[in-house]
Nanobody
């Protein structure tokens, strides 16, 4: 499975962006899909996660501002980001875990928030 992330860009603080991650084929069975992010000089961290059962999990820093969702018909997972802050600046990566030992990463899309 290849994952293609898009939707990043430059936005002012307080603005919004929607990231998309399209899979190259139908992913009908998986554990979870997620968006990770990595800020300059920092480790990659989980931003948002969506299980196959529809359960979501968010990092404390993005709760109430970010929403992860999936369109199965389009093989695409989204990350709606509102009320963006300077500290949200990072490269955002989409991720799919099919099951233990089988997972895929997208190449990342840059999000830059100006203060």
């Amino acid at each position: 499975v290849q994952l293609q992330a898009s939707g990043g860009g430059l936005v002012q603080a307080g603005g919004s962006l929607r990231l998309s991650c399209a899979a190259s084929r139908i992913v009908s069975s998986y554990n979870f899909m997620a968006w990770y992010r990595q800020a300059p000089g920092k480790e990659r961290e989980l931003g948002a996660l969506l299980t196959s059962g529809g359960v979501t999990k968010y990092a404390d820093s993005v709760k109430g501002r970010f929403t992860i969702s999936r369109d199965g018909a389009k093989n695409t997972v989204y990350l709606q980001m509102n009320s963006l802050k300077y500290e949200d600046t990072a490269v955002y990566y989409c991720y799919v875990r099919i099951r233990d030992g089988i997972d895929y990463w997208g190449k990342g899309t840059q999000v830059t928030v100006s203060s």
